[in-house]
């Protein structure tokens, strides 16, 4: 697994939405590369400060709605 492979599945990976094998790759490549690694980093460092800012600041009646359309569709 190259670079351009880890980069391509990226955002399935922080969604854990990968099975075991393909996450598994994902995660060594990870634990070799800096280069990949920072970037994980820091898209899972914005996505968790995101879900904080973004949790408090939207109104009841939305994420009720969402919840509601979430578990429609699982």
């Given at each position: 697994m190259d670079c351009q492979d880890v980069l391509?599945?990226?955002?399935?990976?922080?969604?854990?939405?990968?099975?075991?094998l393909r996450s598994k790759e994902i995660r060594e490549h990870l634990d070799?590369?800096?280069?990949?690694?920072?970037?994980?980093?820091?898209?899972?460092?914005?996505?968790?400060?995101?879900?904080?800012?973004?949790y408090h600041m939207c109104p009841e009646n939305l994420k009720k709605r969402i919840q509601d359309v979430i578990e429609e569709y699982q």
């Open positions: 391509d599945s990226l955002y399935e990976y922080l969604d854990d939405e990968l099975k075991d070799l590369c800096r280069a990949c690694f920072g970037l994980f980093k820091f898209e899972r460092l914005l996505r968790e400060k995101m879900r904080q800012k973004t």
